[in-house]
């Protein structure tokens, strides 16, 4: 099957800092990739979509210049927490889709900011 | 607008016991339905889909779901539980958008507890 992976695993950094998380597809090329915010014991919420070779496309209410998303490669999207606040804190997933009607899931990036 | 709505947001059954997770969906077009199961903080693990043909589907881990038009429903079941069934079980609905892929929109998540 598809590996999706997510690098770091978990993160923590201080309140203004910026924090990168990477998204690869491992075993197959993903022209597209989504991007997931779930808080605890909550459901998951898409954020945008991100797009290789194009700017992503953002779901209504998430702040396009906080959650920077660059799609650099077949393989890579990168989500870029801007000046992160302690509310930015939360479980990010991604997923590629694969074969059109299956998404794969990374393993998912914990951020805690302080 | 497609939607998704799990009824019981925590279900606890015994080890051996049937399990059935509930799940009702809305869309204005045939849908895409999935089952997807998280453990503690982990990514999400496909258990089984529907798409088109078969209205019963099997999944991984003895799982199954059956599609049922006349009540838009897409309930999971096992026949026994295991301890290892614990976790957060997601229902999602795909959406198909203009870039040719599908957008999932997830219910909110039941939390199966499996006690001896």
């Known amino acids: 099957g598809a590996v999706v992976s997510q690098h770091p695993s978990w993160v923590i950094c201080k309140s203004g800092t910026s924090v990168k998380i990477e998204c690869r597809s491992l075993?197959?090329?993903?022209?597209?990739m989504f991007w997931y915010r779930q808080f605890p014991k909550q459901s998951l919420m898409l954020m945008a979509t991100?797009?290789?070779?194009?700017?992503?496309?953002?779901e209504q209410g998430v702040e396009k210049d906080k959650f920077l998303i660059n799609h650099a490669s077949l393989t890579l999207s990168t989500l870029t927490v801007t000046s992160a606040h302690p509310e930015d804190s939360s479980f990010y997933i991604c997923s590629a889709p694969f074969k059109n009607d299956e998404q794969f899931f990374g393993p998912g990036t914990r951020l805690t900011v302080l | 607008a497609q939607s998704v709505t799990q009824l019981g947001s925590h279900v606890s059954v015994s080890e051996g016991a049937l399990v059935l997770l509930r799940c009702n969906y809305s869309?204005?077009?045939?849908?895409?339905l999935f089952w997807y199961v998280q453990y503690p903080n982990q990514g999400l693990q496909l258990l089984l889909k529907y798409t088109t043909g078969a209205t019963l589907v099997k999944g991984i881990n003895g799982f199954e779901a059956e599609f049922k038009k006349s009540e838009t429903s897409f309930h999971l079941t096992k026949p026994s539980a295991h301890m290892s069934d614990a976790a957060e079980y997601f229902c999602?609905?795909?959406?198909?958008?203009?870039?040719?892929?599908?957008?999932?929109?997830f219910g909110a998540g039941t939390r199966l507890a499996v006690h001896p």
């Open positions: 869309s204005s077009v045939p849908p895409y």
């Open positions: 075993d197959f090329q993903a022209t597209t």
């Open positions: 991100s797009n290789e070779g194009s700017k992503a496309t953002y």
């Open positions: 999602a609905v795909s959406v198909r958008f203009s870039g040719g892929y599908n957008k999932l929109i």
